[in-house]
């Protein structure tokens, strides 16, 4: 069964440092892969996405992701944390259409990021 | 880019009553809609998937009786929790897909959130 792990339930970096969220899938085809950040009391942003071709990901807020398949990973860096990247962050999977599902997204249990000053 | 609203972002009823959250894609045409549940310090469950002019499908354990789901059509679809309890209460999040067209690149768009609270 298709499944996400995310291995770190809560990281603490202190600002200016660099920081990486560990994300594990486990998927039988071709993963689909995201990461979400969550404000508190708010709706999920998304960070990147992969689905194919280059496997360092760009995303917004300087983060980046690299998907490696030998690994199952797809871990989430950014090179100097700011306050402001206090949050959750939820890796996730997307199962492929080409399958015939709907296209729903397995989520991992997040990692909870706080930053200290 | 593109934008999904849930409404009311808050509400809190008495036990027995039902609630109503409306979930709407601004501007784009959702024709699947996913709802979420989400507890407290924990990650996201899916409940149910709806397909414009279509039955939803509901995971397993989530009582669809309780949970009625509309997507009745492109922008819109309705969660109304029935017959509320406390243990109901929870953070409701919806997300939006448009078709993913020939290269099968899609990805969920996502409200905001409802917080339900049943006293």
């Known amino acids: 069964a298709q499944s996400v792990t995310q291995p770190d339930i809560h990281i603490t970096v202190s600002e200016g440092a660099s920081l990486e969220l560990r994300c594990n899938y486990s998927y039988g085809a071709t993963p689909y892969l995201f990461w979400y950040v969550q404000s508190p009391g708010q709706g999920l942003q998304l960070l990147l996405k992969y689905f194919s071709g280059d496997t360092l990901v760009q995303g917004i807020k300087g983060f980046e992701a690299e998907f490696k398949r030998s690994q199952s990973s797809f871990n989430l860096r950014k090179p100097s944390v700011h306050w402001s990247d206090a949050a959750e962050y939820f890796c996730?999977?997307?199962?492929?259409?080409?399958?015939?599902?709907?296209?729903?997204?397995?989520f991992g249990k997040g990692t909870k990021l706080s930053v200290k000053p | 880019g593109a934008v999904v609203s849930q409404h009311p972002s808050r509400v809190i009823c008495k036990s027995g009553t039902s609630v109503k959250i409306e979930c709407r894609s601004l501007d784009f045409q959702a024709t699947t809609m996913f709802w979420y549940r989400q507890f407290p310090k924990q990650s996201l469950m899916l409940m149910a998937t709806?397909?414009?002019?279509?039955?939803?499908?509901?995971e397993q354990g989530v009582e669809k009786d309780k949970f009625l789901i509309n997507h009745a059509s492109l922008t819109l679809s309705t969660l109304t929790v029935t017959s509320a309890h406390p243990e109901d209460s929870s953070f409701y999040i919806c997300s939006a897909r448009d078709s993913p067209g020939l290269s099968y690149n899609y990805e969920q768009y996502f409200g905001p959130g409802t917080r339900l609270t049943v006293t």
């Open positions: 709806s397909n414009e002019g279509s039955k939803a499908t509901y």
């Open positions: 996730a999977v997307g199962e492929n259409i080409r399958g015939g599902s709907q296209g729903n997204l397995i």
